[in-house]
C-alpha cells in the first residue's frame, strides 16, 4: 500500500473514531456590544437611566433607573408616577423636570435620560411582583441626609421583603409603584423617614448577588 492510501485510510479510521477535530474550526460568536439606540419613542418594558440634579442635595447627580411599566410610565422618588409613553428622550427628561416642578419640590430640576435596555428585548419584563421574585429597593435619607441605601432582597414566599429598621413589608401582587409606596409608608409608619424617596424594581437573581 502506498504512502497515499495509508494516509486516506488513517483519516477514514480517525472520523469514525470521532477522533478528528477540524483544525480550521469558526470560533464561537463573540457577544454583542451593540450600543442600546437612543433614538426612537420610548416602548413598555425600555430600561432607562435618569439622572436627576438636586433630588438629594444641591448640586448632586442621583441616578434612578425605571422600567417603563406596560402603561407607559415609570416610577420616580417622591412623584409617584411620570408618563413617558411614545415620547423621545428628550421629551420624556421635560415630563421630569415638569412633574418635580408641578409637585413643588424642586422648582429648577434638570434631569436626564438614557435608554439602557431596549423594550424590544429586555432583561426582565414589567408585572406585579411575586413570591421569590428579587427586587432592589433604593431609600433615600435612612442611614443620613441624602444617602441612599440599597437594598437586593428576595420577596419570601409570604409576599413580604425584610427591611432594615422596619422589618418584614408585603409587596406582592403591587406593581413596582406601590410596592415604593409601600415602603415608603412603612417608615413613615415607623416615624423613621416621614416622606422618604423610595424606588422599586425587580431585577433578575443573577443581578441580585
Known sequence: MTARYVSVAAVMIALTAGWLIAADAP?????????????GPILADDLLRVSITDLNGPGIVTEILARVDGDG???????????????????????????????????????KLE?????????????????????????????????VTTKKVQVSKDGTAKLPLVGAVSIVKLT??????????????AKLIPNAAVTVRRIREVDAK
Open 115 to 147: 435608554r439602557v435596555e431596549s423594550g424590544t428585548n429586555p432583561s426582565m419584563r414589567t408585572g406585579p411582583i411575586a413570591a421569590d421574585d428579587y427586587v432592589r429597593i433604593e431609600i433615600t435619607d435612612l442611614v443620613g441626609p441624602g444617602i
Open 73 to 111: 410610565k415609570i416610577s420616580l422618588p417622591l412623584v409617584d408616577q411620570v408618563n413617558v409613553k411614545a415620547m423621545t428622550l428628550q421629551e420624556a427628561a421635560n415630563a421630569v423636570n415638569k412633574a418635580y416642578r408641578v409637585a413643588n419640590l424642586i422648582p429648577n430640576l434638570q434631569s
Open 27 to 39: 470560533p464561537a460568536p463573540a457577544p454583542s456590544t451593540q450600543p442600546v439606540l437612543q433614538e
Open 176 to 189: 413596582e409603584a406601590q410596592a415604593a409606596k409601600a415602603v415608603q409608608k412603612a417608615y413613615r409608619q
